[in-house]
């Protein structure tokens, strides 16, 4: 897998030290209460900062003077605008910008944010710009990501540090882990729910109007943003969903605040000019199929395939997660990585190389939240986004399984890897939390070894111990 030429990257880093000057002042805005929170403030920046680490290697990011130079302004704006009691002296606030054309923006716990090119270049003035990053401070602030892993599922905190970007497993597995915050163990960072989404809108809007800014250009950005989808859903709402009403309820709150509006600088007409004029930016399909080499041009040769073991007769039970027990081949080892969902792969079956991690024999398990309840539904969504970025992948049929003594599916697929350049073979196996989300187990072996792992595989799903009530 290739991805495009990577400048180097200065990130724009900033610690919020003290609080700006209002400009507003509030009548009867509306008061926020966080919810329970069981981890500690230092933990969001660790878990922030490590998956930050990784959209780094996996995302084409934009290095720019006047681009860093005009974000850094307006995010030290808006972070210097939160509430007093919404500051964490803990945080470090940084804002890059991602080479991708879709409208979209995330941040992560303690900080870290990510703004899309397209949102950019799709917005028709600077105050619209500062209401997402605003939306997306507010979560940071209101510790969302924490909080929602708080009363969510049981995961151990090192093993939901998830995959934000799409990080690269390798293989046809590596593209189901690759749809980014929609899956895997890390999703309760980024998929929020719309509790959350209103808090954020109600929050952001205070901070707008206390930097300067009109909060009803934040609601005109989101119009943009459902717009942008064309009959399908926007990624940005995939993991922001409308809290119902939203364009109104921000400009019910607006109309709370009193703001003095800050004059137009110029600063964002000239930063987005030097976006639109640079090469036409990547869609997310596209990164998705090329990522892996950041900073690299050309393609990836396969790594030389290494001598894999058969799995062992002999076995040995891990526990990943609160509700989940695993047994696997006893020459299989656990690898817990910052790239969503847990790994168990044989000596020689599982690799990083060149800023990429992959695994072409063994098993991956990790978590889809949400869905519509029913599993055959359920699995067919996570099949096609699974195929988005694997164009070369085969389904050869579904049938009706047992994972851990419940009702599951299992869908076989055909694959050329990415990283071996051999044909190999997929079985993608469901079945369904208490909360209504998708336990998925990815398992893979070359076409040419999987005579060896079928049986090890059906082990593994018949093995699984699920004790989520």
Request: aromatic share 8%; no cysteine; hydrophobic share 35%.
């Amino acid at each position: 897998m290739t991805s495009g030429t990577l400048s180097s990257v200065t990130r724009v880093v900033f610690t919020l030290a003290f609080t700006a000057a209002l400009t507003v002042t509030p009548s009867v805005q509306t008061r926020i209460t966080p919810d329970k929170n069981k981890y500690a403030p230092a933990d969001d920046v660790k878990l922030g900062r490590d998956a930050a680490a990784q959209v780094r290697k996996e995302m084409p990011l934009i290095h720019d003077g006047a681009v860093d130079e005009w974000v850094q302004s307006v995010g030290r704006r808006l972070v210097t605008s939160i509430p007093p009691e919404f500051q964490h002296k803990e945080f470090t606030y940084t804002f890059e910008v991602v080479n991708q054309k879709e409208i979209n923006a995330f941040a992560l716990p303690g900080g870290p944010m990510f703004l899309n090119r397209g949102m950019i270049e799709a917005a028709k003035s600077e105050g619209e710009v500062a209401g997402v990053m605003g939306h997306e401070i507010s979560h940071v602030a209101l510790r969302h990501g924490t909080a929602q892993a708080t009363k969510g599922q049981k995961f151990q905190l090192g093993a939901i540090l998830g995959q934000v970007a799409g990080a690269v497993v390798g293989g046809a597995a590596g593209a189901i882990i690759a749809q980014g915050s929609q899956f895997g163990l890390g999703t309760y960072f980024l998929k929020y729910s719309r509790e959350y989404e209103s808090q954020a809108d109600l929050l952001g809007a205070q901070i707008l109007a206390r930097a300067g800014y009109d909060p009803r250009q934040m609601a005109n950005m989101f119009k943009t943003i459902e717009a942008q989808g064309g009959g399908q859903q926007p990624e940005f709402l995939s993991s922001h969903p409308n809290p119902g009403n939203r364009y109104e309820a921000i400009n019910r709150e607006a109309a709370s605040l009193k703001v003095q509006v800050r004059e137009d600088t110029g600063e964002f007409q000239n930063a987005r000019g030097r976006l639109t004029a640079m090469s036409p930016a990547p869609t997310a399909a596209e990164i998705a199929k090329n990522k892996g080499n950041a900073g690299t041009t050309g393609a990836s040769a396969p790594r030389t395939a290494a001598r894999v073991e058969p799995p062992s007769s002999s076995q040995r039970t891990y526990r990943p997660g609160d509700f989940l027990r695993v047994t696997v081949p006893s020459n299989w080892n656990q690898i817990n990585s910052g790239e969503g969902g847990v790994t168990y792969a044989p000596e020689g079956g599982y690799v990083e190389t060149n800023g990429r991690s992959a695994f072409t024999h063994g098993v991956q398990f990790g978590v889809a939240q949400g869905g519509s309840g029913n599993l055959q539904r359920d699995t067919d969504q996570l099949l096609q986004n699974f195929a988005k970025s694997n164009p070369n992948l085969r389904s050869q049929g579904s049938r009706s399984d047992s994972l851990g003594g419940r009702t599951g599916l299992t869908t076989t697929l055909s694959n050329t890897s990415d990283v071996s350049g051999r044909a190999e073979v997929v079985n993608v196996s469901t079945t369904k939390l208490r909360n209504g989300n998708t336990l998925f187990m990815i398992a893979v072996a070359p076409e040419s070894d999987y005579d060896d792992y079928a049986g090890a595989f059906r082990s593994v799903r018949q093995g699984l111990q699920i004790t989520d009530r």
